[in-house]
Nanobody, 124 residues
C-alpha cells in the first residue's frame, strides 16, 4: 500500500490544522492506521492510532483532547484533526499502516507502510 500525507503548514499557536492521508490498495479497511511525528534531533513518536473499524482510538497523552483521528474506509482516507496547536507540536507528521492484527498500535515497528510526511509548524 502507498500512503500520501497532506495538510501540513504554518499556523499560530491555538490554531487548527487537518492532516489527511490517502491510501492506495484494496485492503485499506483491514489496516490499523496511525499518525507519528518527528522533530529535528528527536526520535519518531506515536501521536494517534485507530483500529480498522474505527471503533478504537488511542492518543499520545499530550495531544488528548486536542487531536482527533478518524478514517473513511470507503474513501481510503485517514485524518488527524489538530486543534489548540502548541509550538511543541511542530514536527513532520507521518501516517502509517499496519497490516497485522486489528488492535490499535503505538510502536513504530508494528507498522509496515509509511507516508512521506508533512511538515507542521506552530509559531508562538
Amino acid at each position: 500500500v502507498q500512503l500520501q500525507a497532506s495538510g501540513g503548514g504554518l499556523v499560530q499557536a491555538g490554531g487548527s490544522l487537518r492532516l489527511s492521508c490517502a491510501a492506495s490498495g484494496r485492503s485499506f479497511s483491514t489496516y490499523v492506521m496511525g499518525w507519528f511525528r518527528q522533530s529535528p534531533g528527536k526520535e519518531r513518536e506515536f501521536v494517534a492510532t485507530i483500529s480498522w473499524r474505527g471503533d478504537r482510538k488511542y492518543y499520545l497523552d499530550s495531544v488528548k483532547g486536542r487531536f482527533t483521528i478518524s478514517r473513511d474506509n470507503d474513501k481510503n482516507m485517514v485524518y488527524l484533526q489538530m486543534n489548540s496547536l502548541k509550538p511543541e507540536d511542530t514536527a513532520v507528521y507521518y501516517c502509517a499502516a499496519a497490516s497485522q492484527g486489528v488492535a490499535p498500535k503505538w510502536e513504530t515497528n508494528d507498522y509496515d507502510y509509511w507516508g512521506q510526511g508533512t511538515q507542521v509548524t506552530v509559531s508562538s
